[in-house]
């Protein structure tokens, strides 16, 4: 009976904060984000090719599309992400810890 509870009040707040949807979005930027990378990698290393100024400016375009979403649909909790950078930096040993 307490676990059937537990996993309905866990069910509810997830659906009250929205999380599927949150973790939709965040999973499309990190695969888009992901393969925009390789390509960028592809072109740099074609970057003689015939086609080159059109690949670039079709990533560029597609960077962009990205970005917005990046700054509409995903979650900006910007206390949780100063803690999250501040303990890569520690972990890295980089200047802005």
Known sequence: MLLSGSV?????????????SMI???????????QLSAEYTRLWNHTYSEDAEAVFDDLV???????ELAATDAPNDQTR???WQDQVFQQYHLAGA
């Open 8 to 20: 309905a009040l866990v069910t509810a707040y997830s659906v009250a904060v929205n999380l599927d």
């Open 24 to 34: 939709r979005t965040m999973a499309k930027l990190h695969y888009s984000w992901s």
């Open 61 to 67: 375009r597609r960077e962009q599309i990205l970005s």
């Open 81 to 83: 992400m100063a803690r």
